[in-house]
């Protein structure tokens, strides 16, 4: 399957903890999102990479979250000191450079609980 | 506003029905636009993808964007059981950020 890889399906941490989720995208895609969703609502964005600079942030990627993709490859997402409103399911996307805007392919997500 | 609104249903339709789900959106520099399908505890998948107006099709799929009304719309022909998902329209700009609808969700009951 070369589909986007996400790690861990599911993750569930006690508030105050610190967690990190990785994605893995399609191998020749340059271009990586991550977004948050919550139950009833549609996916909203939080930040994008092309290769390894993150080129966008949301104002919803406050200073508790911070994202990396060190060599344009994977990338991790890191939420310090998680409160209850952190409890979602974190999506990574993917897709390929190009003259026009790609469709991005999303993961299966990482389901977030705050205990 | 919201820049992508889109009636969150829930929709319940027979088995062989036509499905209709629509959305609007408010920010016309975003030229692109897509149609995810998502089953539950799952990720998104991508169904369309267009960026012009008119009507692009899909096996039994057919996408619709009218930009004058900026108004966009997926159309499901001769609807099965396995098409019971939330959908979700998006729209996005040359810089990739997408912005979503709430999402439809879909019952067709056998």
């Known amino acids: 399957d070369t589909g986007v890889s996400q790690d861990p399906r599911h993750k569930i941490t006690k508030r105050g903890q610190n967690v990190t989720f990785r994605c893995d995208p399609i191998?020749?895609?340059?271009?990586l999102y991550w977004y948050r969703q919550t139950l009833g609502q549609g996916p909203e964005f939080l930040t994008y990479?092309?290769?390894?600079?993150?080129?966008?942030k949301s104002r919803l990627l406050s200073d508790r979250f911070s994202a990396e993709r060190p060599k344009g490859s994977f990338s991790t997402l890191e939420i310090q000191r998680t409160e209850q409103g952190d409890s979602a399911m974190y999506l990574c996307?993917?897709?390929?450079?190009?003259?026009?805007?790609?469709?991005?392919?999303f993961g299966d997500g990482t389901r977030l609980s705050i205990l | 506003q919201k820049e992508v609104e889109q009636d969150p249903g829930p929709l319940s339709v027979p088995e062989g029905a036509i499905v209709s789900l629509n959305c609007t959106y408010s920010?016309?520099?975003?030229?692109?636009f897509m149609w995810y399908r998502q089953y539950s505890r799952k990720g998104p998948e991508l169904l369309m993808y267009?960026?012009?107006?008119g009507n692009k099709e899909d096996g039994r799929f057919t996408a619709q964007v009218d930009k004058s009304s900026k108004y966009i719309s997926l159309f499901i022909r001769d609807s099965q059981p396995s098409d019971s998902a939330t959908y979700l329209c998006?729209?996005?700009?040359?810089?990739?950020?997408?912005?979503f609808g709430k999402g439809t969700k879909l019952s067709v009951k056998p």
């Open positions: 998006a729209n996005g700009g040359s810089q990739g950020n997408l912005i």
């Open positions: 920010n016309s520099a975003f030229q692109y």
């Open positions: 191998s020749e895609h340059n271009r």
């Open positions: 990479f092309q290769n390894e600079a993150q080129l966008e």
């Open positions: 996307a993917s897709s390929p450079r190009g003259i026009e805007n790609q469709p991005q392919h």
């Open positions: 267009t960026y012009s107006s």
